[in-house]
């Protein structure tokens, strides 16, 4: 339990193995509830490698970003399907073909990583992460 008495939220590594570079090193999972969202979405500042991992299916409707996001749409095996760069603040995120998550990162993380469609991501829990690259 953290201060508020509330059990802290799953982040999860998230790493390019085309580039083999990180693009993030504490995305949460955004569909279990919107609350947590709000820092990340722009009302107040998260870390520089921060993210949200979200099933656009579920959430789409519900809001946009609060502020500029990059967008790495996912397939069911974390493949890189559609990437857009500088989304713009307060649109909801357009569904893609093939997609079945949607990764969204602060601005100019996929150009620094060159991160592109066909790229292989690999996605776990901090902790599974060391393991996972040996």
Not at 42 to 51: A, I, L, M, Q
Request: glycine letters at 8%.
């Amino acid at each position: 339990m953290n201060a508020e008495g509330k059990a802290p939220r799953q982040q999860f590594c998230v790493y390019n193995e085309a580039n083999e570079c990180f693009l993030s090193l504490g995305a949460t999972l955004g569909e279990a509830r919107l609350a947590p969202l709000w820092r990340f979405l722009g009302f107040s500042k998260g870390r520089p490698d921060e993210g949200c991992w979200i099933r656009p299916q579920e959430l789409r409707p519900l809001f946009g970003f609060g502020a500029v996001r990059d967008l790495l749409y996912l397939d069911s095996t974390y493949r890189v399907v559609h990437v857009t760069e500088s989304f713009p603040a307060f649109r909801p995120a357009p569904l893609r073909s093939g997609a079945s998550s949607l990764l969204a990162l602060p601005p100019r993380s996929l150009s620094f990583s060159t991160t592109a469609p066909g790229d292989q991501l690999l996605i776990c829990a901090a902790g599974e992460m060391q393991s996972r690259l040996r």
